[in-house]
């Protein structure tokens, strides 16, 4: 059987699915979703972007191969690169390596890196607020387990760079 594999760049404020959220209300607008940018039937996303996050997604409808990425009994490495407020100390950098507690949860360790430029990267519409006294930093991130938002919650668990 023939599958298809598809690289996408999933931008700002689009969700990683194919269809609208249930409850589109005033409240609940309609969002962009895969199915905006993505004109090719039978292929799903392997793992999640958050709306507010952007960033390269697999899709295909080879089931086997999306299995062994996205389960967690494998271990299969996800780099992100995050951008955070102010500079990172290196007891930061090191908490995260270590695995943090995120909602009672104890994250695997990862592979964490400063990085000592500002990746380059398509530009972001809207772009991302820039606050003029506090620097900010690039950080890559190696997780071996995918759980909901958990860059964000890892990073803000050891937010106190300095």
Known sequence: ????????????????????PSAATADAPTRSTLKDFIPVSDVYPVGRLDRDSEGLLLLTGDGRLQHR??????????????????????MALQRLRQGVV??????????????????????????????????????EITLTEGRNRQVRRMTAAVASFR
């Open 1 to 20: 059987m023939s599958h298809q594999y598809l690289l996408f760049y999933k931008p700002y404020d689009v969700l990683t699915q194919f269809s609208q």
């Open 102 to 139: 995120i909602q009672d949860y104890q994250t695997r360790p990862a592979t964490i890196r400063l990085l000592a430029a500002e990746p380059d990267l398509a530009p972001r519409h809207p772009p991302i607020r820039m606050r003029k006294h506090i620097p900010t930093a690039w950080i």
């Open 69 to 90: 990425l996205c389960d967690p009994k494998f271990h299969h490495p996800r780099t992100y690169w995050v951008q955070v407020e102010r500079v990172p100390d290196e």
